[in-house]
Nanobody
Framework: QVQLVESGGGLVQAGGSLRLSCAVS????????MGWYRQAPGKQRELVAT???????NYADSVKGRFTISRDNAKNTVYLQMNSLKPEDTAVYYC?????????WGQGTQVTVSS
């Protein structure tokens, strides 16, 4: 059974940083692409960043240059380093197995950025 568990969210002031983690079990993590998505109140879930099994990355325009997705295959964990946070980054952040926005999801972690 695939499980994804996010952590690292919280309340931060604008301009601050957070690092999200997503621990994955029940699948061959090193062969899997991964993605981070977010959903703000009243809005649809949107792609934030993806990383392939080989380490290639892709970012939404809104986070390019501020967020970095990475993975540690030894720990079966994907990370999202978020710098220069803005109030509009406030959302529940989810990790997704495969990175295509379907299939297995974590429970989400809340990120709140105050102005």
């Amino acid at each position: 059974q695939v499980q994804l568990v996010e952590s690292g969210g919280g309340l931060v002031q604008a301009g601050g940083s957070l690092r999200l983690s997503c621990a994955v079990s029940g699948t061959i993590f090193r062969l899997s692409a991964m993605g981070w998505y977010r959903q703000a109140p009243g809005k649809q879930r949107e792609l934030v960043a993806t990383i392939t099994s080989g380490g290639s990355t892709n970012y939404a325009d809104s986070v390019k240059g501020r967020f970095t997705i990475s993975r540690d295959n030894a720990k079966n964990t994907v990370y999202l380093q978020m710098n220069s946070l803005k109030p509009e980054d406030t959302a529940v952040y989810y990790c997704n197995l495969g990175g295509r926005g379907i299939g297995s999801w974590g429970q989400g972690t809340q990120v709140t950025v105050s102005s």
